[in-house]
């Protein structure tokens, strides 16, 4: 069974950075599609960026700002969070898609303005 262990939340003022990790136990991740997510208070998760084959996708607001990577040497899985914002504020999930369709318990992200 896959379990996912999110790290690396925090609170930063605006402008700082903060990278996250997510580590992986019970099932390699190789070749596997995998994506970090976030819910902010009072609104629904959303997706942030993901890896699905040789392809990264972002959602508008964080590209150029946020970088998703891998290293499945680690089964693990980053997002680095560059220039936040207030709006970044949220709690961060990482995700792997089908066939394990598993989430980590999520990492708080708080941004001051």
């Known amino acids: 069974q896959l379990r996912l262990v999110e790290s690396g939340g925090g609170l930063v003022q605006s402008g700082g950075s903060l990278r996250l990790s997510c580590v992986g136990s019970g099932v390699s991740l190789d070749y596997y599609a995998i994506g970090w997510f976030r819910q902010a208070p009072g609104k629904e998760r959303e997706l942030v960026a993901n890896?699905?084959?040789?392809?990264?996708k972002y959602i508008d607001s964080v590209e150029g700002r946020f970088v998703i990577s891998r290293d499945d040497a680690k089964n693990a899985l980053y997002l680095q969070l560059n220039d936040l914002k207030p709006e970044d504020t949220g709690v961060y999930y990482c995700?792997?898609?089908?066939?394990?369709?598993?989430w980590g318990q999520g990492t708080q992200v708080t941004v001051s303005s």
């Open positions: 995700h792997t898609y089908p066939p394990f369709n598993s």
């Open positions: 890896m699905i084959g040789n392809n990264i």
